[in-house]
């Protein structure tokens, strides 16, 4: 299974705002590139499989500012600065601590962005989260009681990885991308997820239906794939990964909307923008751009997580196991 991330390109536009309507789609060939495959209908030929792993954080560090491009001489001085970091935690271990994925398991040879953004947080300005403090409380809650089925992680018990399904993660950047007429699907490797994005100008279902990832609509404006998500409900949370800094854990809210677009701007190479609106738990509406290379050596394999899955149990009963003992040491009645 291959898992070569080299050579990922991007372009630096930022998302346009939220609320887009579903309106009459521009004609197939308006604002068309020469330079990039098409199907029948004009539009851009985006079926394959898709990578988007990288070592570039999802928020920037606070002393950058609003710095949002490193040099190259800078870049190879944090590259340097990541290698003696996990070098460091190769050999470093803690009191009961049983590892973690080996490196079979992991994508280990991410590269950083080409254009050398210092994070994939484009919009506001600094790079930064926009979240609400009570926000963060909560998500601590969820990150600290991880060993509680009532706020286990939704990507620990094998549901979802989440709403942000195109972030990066530590294994599993893989997407299969495929289109037929008046529809989109995307599979996302992670938890083997398949989204089925209807782009024949349907409305949104009913308001009262809700569910871990929404109710899409498409659109296409030129050579970009527009799709709009609404609907969602609030039992998830935006974000399960650790690469995520402290969007992992935020709950989302009901009013959650996300508003995700695919510029194809080379054969190889799709520009990847994602705005999140959710007033209950950000200040403003934020926005990542994300790479998706083409990679036609990539093998996207069943994820199998329910099958097998004893980490669940093993978890809950331990913990349980734990609260005995406080409650009734080894050696007392």
């Not at 536009?13 to 789609?25: D, E, F, K, N």
């Not at 539009?43 to 990288?54: A, L, S």
């Not at 498409?218 to 039992?235: P, Y």
Request: hydrophobic share 35%; aromatic share 6%; proline share 8%.
């Amino acid at each position: 299974m291959r898992r070569t991330l080299a050579g990922l390109l991007m372009a630096g536009a930022l998302a346009a705002s939220l609320g887009p309507t579903l309106a009459a789609q521009p004609p197939a060939g308006a604002g068309r590139s020469p330079a990039i495959p098409r199907l029948a209908d004009g539009h851009p030929d985006m079926q394959g499989v898709w990578i988007h792993g990288t070592l570039t954080p999802f928020e920037r560090p606070v002393d950058l500012g609003t710095k949002a491009f490193y040099t190259a001489e800078e870049l190879r001085t944090v590259e340097a600065q990541i290698a003696a970091r996990r070098n460091a935690a190769r050999t470093t271990t803690r009191a009961g601590d049983v590892g973690g994925d080996n490196e079979a398991f992991v994508d280990s040879d991410y590269a950083w962005l080409s254009t050398r953004q210092t994070s994939l947080l484009v919009e506001p300005p600094d790079g930064r989260l926009p979240v609400r403090p009570d926000a963060l409380k909560r998500a601590a809650v969820n990150l600290e009681s991880r060993d509680d089925p009532e706020t286990m992680s939704p990507w620990d018990r094998c549901i979802t990885r989440g709403p942000t399904l195109m972030l990066p993660a530590g294994y599993n950047n893989g997407t299969r991308i495929v289109q037929t007429p008046g529809l989109v699907t995307l599979e996302a490797e992670m938890v083997h997820e398949v989204r089925v994005i209807p782009t024949d100008g349907r409305p949104h279902v009913a308001g009262h239906l809700r569910t871990w990832l929404g109710d899409p609509r498409g659109r296409w404006e030129g050579d970009t794939l527009v799709i709009d998500s609404t609907n969602f409900h609030d039992r998830g949370w935006i974000s399960t990964h650790a690469g995520s800094g402290r969007l992992r854990g935020l709950p989302n809210s009901e009013a959650l909307h996300v508003v995700e677009r695919f510029t194809m701007t080379a054969a190889d190479t799709i520009v990847y923008e994602m705005t999140v609106d959710d007033p209950a738990v950000y200040t403003r509406p934020w926005t990542v751009s994300v790479p998706l290379t083409r990679d036609d050596t990539y093998v996207i394999y069943e994820a199998a997580c329910h099958e097998g899955n004893q980490a669940i149990e093993l978890v809950l009963r331990g913990a349980r196991f734990e609260e005995r003992q406080v409650k009734s040491p080894p050696g007392k009645p």
